[in-house]
């Protein structure tokens, strides 16, 4: 099954610094325990064409559709907000293959509902290839992941808030890395 | 007197490019210039230093349209380069995935043709998003198709976009015996679909093939007969896969490939002379604007045997079918044959995958530094990547991909044809230029390919 009633798409280049916000919450949100319809997808680059255009006359109907991705809504990095499509500027997941510039978001807006979670990111590469998100965007991870849950109404603030090295870790207890001990904080 | 028209960006196809374009006074191609104007990345040098089994991932995040083709040929690149050999099941797998990729992107480009193309006996272009007959049941079997392909990618992949599945020394998991059935069911779907596909696209462009005319901008345009026509040669590894290094007969020869740079192929400075605001979208490049396309283009241009050369459907058609229509129709035409057996491949191979069998290599050596190479036959045409990996390293890597090939080639088929046809000569050859991008350049005496493949 392509989709279900509630789809989860993390869009973003990983090659691209920062861009790679999207596909990492996607990472985090794929170790959870979700309910049967929800599908949560890597889309990578490829969201527009190989998701949202096919969205429409999909064989599971698709309800609802969150979008996880950066967006420069002009805050300090790290910094998380909700949009709708309405918000988007033009040109925000143009189809590559779209044949009149159309946005397949504002066709998908009046039969789906849509919320895009921007993350406001530091630095995204523009000409030559970087791995790795910058430490703000990184934290932005789990605050994220918990805004995703309270979407689609599962209860996981818990399991989130305790994903330290052993069951009685407190957030934001490190899992020892070098030249830390377990449980030495941050 | 000839003067310079350029059409930047081009539309419909992913990433950036534009078309440079000596005109004479009737409004003919004398020299056409295709350039992407994507900026360089680099992904070569970022592999450097890398585990052979995070190459293949970061390949396929170049691109937003080739990721399966892609990580096919960068993994086994680097089995080709460690010397490993992977189960037959496991190529089963891989060439399930192939046939679903294609049968996803040959159904989009469609969608990105079909507004060039008119309705049979009629003077209206189509608008492959209308709601209306007979084009909404075209469209809606071309989503089928769409849909047909992402969903066997993603059981067999793993994931519907990036796949996951696929691993140096094989894939991580086989499919289950239910997976085989429900993809089986869903490629006896897509061969009905398929078949009447191509046999409604191939009537389409057959009628544009007839047509003496095609508006553009509201200038009525005269179709040559010999729309798109270039005399380069082909290139192509296999009927649907591919070829490596590992291969007892390779397809593919690493000595007969060369590179040179942009500025010893493209032309130099020139002056915009001619402009149509009218041109969709948004009109052509104003007139005074300056283009200069040696220092703009984005790419290295390869060669092969010194010459451009054609890569993807018509190519392997030409290669292996004994296929010999030219031009942009022909292109076309050849692309919709390649349908059908996107189908039948998935069927066929199902048939000779044994669920149980092992999908991964007993012993994956970590290599010693040798070149390996593969080559992936994507649905836009020869997707080559080279490694070297030492003691599980990557050394060295590159990627040569589809369009780079195609870019050359292309120019050289604008020649001839009308200006405000350029774009549908460019569009024939489904051009996915984001990763196209990227600067290998080989030095003289070739050392890089000139090392024997297989230590």
Redesign the interface.
């Known amino acids: 099954?392509?989709f279900r009633e509630i789809v989860i798409a993390g869009c973003g280049?990983?090659?691209y610094g920062d861009d790679g916000f999207g596909p990492a919450v996607v990472e985090e949100l794929q170790k959870l325990q979700l309910p049967d319809n929800v599908k949560v997808?890597?889309?990578?680059?490829?969201?527009?064409?190989?998701?949202f255009t096919?969205m429409?006359?999909?064989?599971v109907p698709v309800k609802k559709l969150i979008i996880i991705d950066i967006a420069d809504f002009g805050a300090n990095p790290g910094d998380v907000t909700k949009l709708r499509p309405e918000d988007l500027p033009p040109g925000a997941y143009r189809d590559?293959?779209?044949?009149?510039?159309?946005e397949p978001l504002q066709r998908l807006k009046d039969i789906i509902d849509i919320t895009i979670i921007g993350c406001q990111p530091k630095r995204v590469a523009?000409?030559?290839?970087?791995?790795g998100l910058t430490e703000e965007v990184e934290e932005a991870i789990p605050k994220t992941v918990r805004i995703v849950l309270e979407e689609i109404g599962v209860e996981y603030g818990a399991a989130i808030n305790h994903q330290g090295t052993h069951l009685w870790a407190s957030p934001g207890e490190t899992t020892g890395d070098a030249g830390k001990k377990p449980g030495e904080q941050a | 007197m000839s003067k310079v028209v350029e059409i930047s960006p081009t539309?419909?196809?992913?990433?950036h490019s534009k078309l440079v374009l000596k005109v004479n006074d009737d409004g003919i191609i004398e020299r056409g210039d295709w350039l992407s104007i994507t900026?360089?990345?680099?992904?070569e040098?970022?592999a450097i230093g890398k585990t052979m089994e995070q190459v293949p991932k970061?390949a396929?995040?170049?691109?937003?349209?080739c990721?399966i083709a892609h990580t096919l040929a960068g993994v086994e690149a680097m089995e080709a380069s460690i010397g490993c050999e992977i189960p037959e099941d496991a190529k089963l797998l891989r060439y399930i995935l192939q046939c679903a990729n294609r049968m996803h992107s040959h159904a989009?480009?469609n969608?990105?043709s079909?507004?060039d193309m008119y309705l049979p006996g009629t003077d209206v272009k189509i608008n492959?998003?209308t709601k209306e007959e007979p084009v909404r049941s075209v469209a809606?079997r071309i989503?089928?198709l769409?849909?047909i392909g992402?969903?066997i990618g993603?059981i067999v992949g793993g994931?519907?976009?990036?796949p996951s599945n696929p691993r140096v020394g094989g894939m991580y998991k086989n499919i289950t015996p239910r997976a085989k059935a429900k993809i089986y069911d869903l490629a006896k779907e897509s061969r009905v679909l398929a078949q009447e596909q191509m046999e409604f696209m191939i009537a389409i462009f057959r009628n544009y093939q007839k047509r003496d005319w095609a508006e553009v901008g509201g200038v009525e345009v005269p179709i040559p007969k010999d729309l798109g026509y270039h005399n380069q040669g082909y290139m192509a590894t296999a009927p649907v896969y591919g070829s490596s290094s590992l291969d007892e007969t390779p397809m593919w020869f690493p000595e007969r490939f060369t590179e040179v740079r942009p500025w010893d192929w493209y032309m130099g400075e020139v002056e915009i002379d001619e402009a149509d605001p009218n041109y969709p979208?948004g009109g052509t490049t104003p007139v005074g604007t300056k283009a200069w396309p040696q220092m703009e283009a984005c790419t290295g241009v390869p060669l092969y045997d010194g010459q451009p050369v054609e890569v993807g459907p018509r190519a392997r058609q030409a290669i292996f079918k004994n296929y010999d229509e030219k031009g942009t129709i022909g292109l076309q035409i050849a692309r919709q044959m390649e349908f059908p057996e996107t189908a039948y491949g998935i069927i066929d191979a199902l048939d000779a995958l044994d669920t149980s069998g092992s999908v991964l290599a007993d012993e994956i050596p970590q290599g010693d530094g040798s070149l390996g190479w593969a080559a992936n036959e994507a649905p836009r045409g020869t997707d080559v990547h080279l490694a070297k990996v030492k003691d599980g390293r990557v050394q060295y890597y590159g990627m040569l991909v589809p369009t780079t090939w195609n870019f050359p080639t292309c120019s050289r088929a604008l020649t001839g044809a009308p200006w405000r046809l350029a774009e549908v000569v460019m569009r024939g050859y489904d051009p996915c230029v984001?990763c196209a991008t990227h600067m290998l350049v080989i030095d003289e005496d070739k050392r890089l390919v000139a090392q024997k493949l297989i230590q």
């Open positions: 099954m392509l280049n990983p090659l997808v890597d889309a990578g680059l490829g969201a527009p064409h190989f998701l096919l429409e006359d999909a064989e590559a293959h779209s044949w009149d510039l159309s523009s000409h030559e290839f970087e791995l | 539309t419909r196809h992913e990433g900026p360089v990345r680099g992904v040098k970022l970061i396929s995040r170049v691109c937003g349209i990721p989009i480009h969608i990105l079909l507004p492959p998003f809606l989503q089928r769409r849909e992402q969903t993603e994931e519907a976009i990036h979208i984001s």
